[in-house]
């Protein structure tokens, strides 16, 4: 089964950027749709963004939408979340997970494969 891992998180300032990388173990990556999601302490994981296979589909939570931007190479195995004009509120365990569904993109419970995640803190 594929294995994801992220890296890229740290602390910063807010309205700082950060880029967040998600890698795969296998070349069948091109067969998952992609999601970020986030944990922050004491909350319920929320979806970020997500992208279909082929990056034809895009999606974004209403907090992120204009800052932040998902994107993968399958090429390389990889997908990504850049993150622009951080605010605190961002702050949280980033996730990458995978699917073979496209009909729920939003929703964790249609992600089968989860990386153990990075930690983002913003500092304001």
């Known amino acids: 089964q594929v294995q994801l891992v992220e890296s890229g998180g740290g602390l910063v300032q807010a309205g700082d950027s950060l880029r967040l990388s998600c890698t795969a173990s296998?070349?069948?990556?091109?067969?998952?749709?992609m999601g970020w999601f986030r944990q922050a302490p004491g909350k319920a994981r929320e979806f970020v963004a997500g992208i279909s296979q082929w990056g034809g589909n895009r999606v974004y939570a209403d907090p992120v939408k204009g800052r932040f931007t998902i994107s993968r190479d399958n090429a390389k195995n990889t997908a990504s979340l850049e993150m622009n004009r951080l605010k605190p509120e961002d702050t949280a365990v980033y996730y990458c997970a995978g699917t073979g569904r496209l009909d729920e993109p939003t929703n964790s419970d249609a992600y089968n494969i989860w990386g153990q995640g990075t930690q983002v803190t913003v500092s304001s």
């Open positions: 296998e070349r069948s990556f091109s067969n998952y749709a």
